[in-house]
């Protein structure tokens, strides 16, 4: 869970490779969708593209990265820009199955040991050759303390990560985990220079330093509040992904109406992450159109460590209380759907649906348009009923003011205050990360998003002692040995299982108030296509593969 966040792994079988047993790509879905009122088309990705543009102007409307080192790159933005100028291991695809990519291959000889082959021939922007200890030296920083990583949670289970020839890396495991290959694809798979990292130490990744890397793309500037300019790099290995943008001018601009503007305008080109507040203003214009793609995103409430916050009665109210479908079709303009578990139905293996759908049906919940009288009587039972209750949302985003003011209103039927507090975009993505810049709220509105197709994704941040996002420090012996059994059980089905289990037990005491599951909703100039409309937009290089769509 995270700002539209990282927020906020794949079977060890001997001698067989992982990532359903193949390390072959597969055929691509391509299937483009348009959105225009109620029933919107999800597609994979839009036609792809034609040919070359001279400038690509794109949009984040999640604000200006922190940072582009990949140990720190925590929130969509940074999660975009990285992923586009550097590579991962493993290649998350647009349908988000995984294929090759600086590992053209990997094998497990034993449930606890993990190798790589590195692709041959591939060059940093530098000149200089990929190796071996390059990889193993950028894995190696997810775990080194005093780096922190954002992607620690991935390697809890790692033991050594070693480079084992000149073209080979090995990872052993203290135990056997499922879900650490997968996230090879994610942020925590990127490789970069090794050299270059020494050399800029503490200081890689921000501003002017910048990264080395050897994406479709290199890091030309960044002028700070303002915009990230990348240039292509025409001596890419992956043909697949060379970029059609000679260039791409990124620019942050989180205010919902002038970013509505920007694109009806033609100023930019296209967005991920468009607010759905702009969809009726975009839909039928004529310079582009919005497209909505299946994605691995959720709205929740997350809960902060204040006596509100912790107190469960008041998160089980607010979850009695909320009128999900009123957000999702009256703020969210049919671009998601009621969510009653910490995991979205998007999340789930897709091998084991069926245990994952049966226990969510089996949930006890309020129904799509809330229960108030269920939530008097359960605000009744805190110390706190008379408190008032303050949520974070962050300032400018339309879509998510609305919908906090929509729970504001709600709540005045139990007699529950509620205050908004709104936070500017760099206060907003880092107060997930940072418990000073959560000062003074109760709850912070979050959208965030799985990196992998794997409910361990988000577990492992959430409602286990350790929890990046288990700010309110919620502690459950059963829970946390369910979800570590889980992650240690290569079987789908058992692994399910294991996961059901757990979250029986998180979501009876609302761990955290999840509201809407949402599709990824971006938008196109008519003169641009190739756009993947997936979460991997998120975790692949999705800006080099838009294109000219003449």
């Known amino acids: 869970m995270s700002p539209k966040n990282r927020a906020f792994r794949w079977p060890f079988l001997a001698a ?54 990949y140990a720190h790159a925590g929130d969509y933005s940074s999660n975009v820009i990285v992923a586009n100028l550097c590579d991962t291991l493993v290649r998350m695809k647009a349908d988000l199955s995984y294929a090759p990519g600086l590992a053209t291959s990997w094998s497990s000889p034993t449930p606890t040991t993990l190798v ?14 990929l190796t071996a200890a390059d990889v193993a030296y950028s894995l190696n920083r997810n775990i080194d303390d005093k780096v922190a ?23 052993t495991f203290k135990q056997p985990d499922e879900l650490f290959n997968k996230e090879m694809a994610a942020t925590s ?116 460590s204040t006596a509100a916050g912790k107190d ?19 703020v969210f303009k049919n671009s998601a759907s009621p969510l009653y578990t910490f995991i979205p139905p998007s999340g789930w293996d897709p091998e084991a649906k069926a245990v994952y759908r049966s226990a969510y049906d089996a949930l006890d919940t309020p129904g799509p348009d809330g229960d108030a009288e269920a939530a008097k009587k359960e605000l009744a039972r805190s110390p706190l009923k008379d408190s008032t209750v303050t949520i974070g949302v962050q300032a400018g985003n339309t879509t998510e003011v609305t919908a906090v003011t929509l729970i504001q209103e709600q709540a005045r039927k139990i007699g529950l205050k509620v205050v908004i507090k709104q936070l500017q975009p760099l206060q ?16 912070l509105l979050t959208e965030g998003f799985l990196s992998v197709t794997d409910p361990l994704d988000y577990l492992a941040l959430g409602p286990v002692p350790d929890g990046q996002f288990n700010w309110i420090g919620w502690n459950d012996a059963t829970t946390a040995q369910l979800i ?3 992650r240690q059980t290569t079987d789908a089905t058992r692994r399910a299982r294991y996961i059901v289990q757990a979250q029986a037990r998180y979501e009876a005491v609302a761990w955290t108030v999840p509201l809407l599951s949402i599709n990824e909703v971006t938008y196109l100039n008519k003169r641009v296509t190739g756009a993947p409309l997936t979460t991997a937009a998120i975790f692949q290089p999705s800006l080099a593969v838009i294109g000219s769509a003449k």
Not at 151 to 170: C, M, Q, R
Not at 312 to 329: C, G, P, V
Not at 428 to 443: E, I, M, S, V
């Open 16 to 69: 067989a490779p992982l990532l359903g047993l193949t390390a072959c790509t597969g055929a691509q879905p391509s299937a483009a969708g348009s959105s225009s009122g109620a029933s919107p088309t999800v597609g994979v990705t839009t036609p792809a593209a034609k040919g070359d543009v001279d400038t690509l102007n794109w949009d984040i409307p999640s604000g200006e990265p922190g940072s582009l080192d």
């Open 116 to 129: 790589y082959k590195i692709r041959a021939g591939v060059k940093f922007w530098d000149g200089s050759a």
């Open 149 to 171: 990583s954002n992607n620690y949670p991935n390697f809890v289970d790692v033991s050594s990560i070693k480079a084992t020839g000149p073209l080979e890396v090995t990872v």
């Open 189 to 304: 798979g990127v490789v970069a220079k090794a050299d270059f990292i020494k050399g800029k130490g503490s200081s890689y990744g921000k501003g002017a330093n910048g990264v080395m890397c050897t994406g479709p793309f290199k890091l030309a500037d960044w002028k700070a509040n303002t915009s990230i300019e990348l240039v292509r790099n025409d001596a890419y290995w992956d043909k697949a992904f060379r970029a059609h943008a000679a260039r791409v001018d990124v620019s942050f601009v989180t205010d919902t109406t002038n970013l509505t503007l920007a694109l009806k305008s033609g100023q930019l080109d296209g967005a991920f992450a468009v607010p759905a507040a702009a969809i009726p203003a975009l839909t039928g214009n004529t310079t582009g159109a919005i497209h909505q793609g299946s994605g691995l995103s959720s709205y929740q409430l997350a809960p902060n």
């Open 312 to 330: 469960e009665h008041i998160r089980l109210a607010l979850s009695e209380l909320i009128d999900r479908k009123a957000l999702a079709t009256a």
């Open 428 to 443: 907003f993505n880092t107060a997930f990360y940072d418990p000073k810049a959560r000062a003074g709220l109760d709850f």
């Open 484 to 486: 570590s059994k889980a």
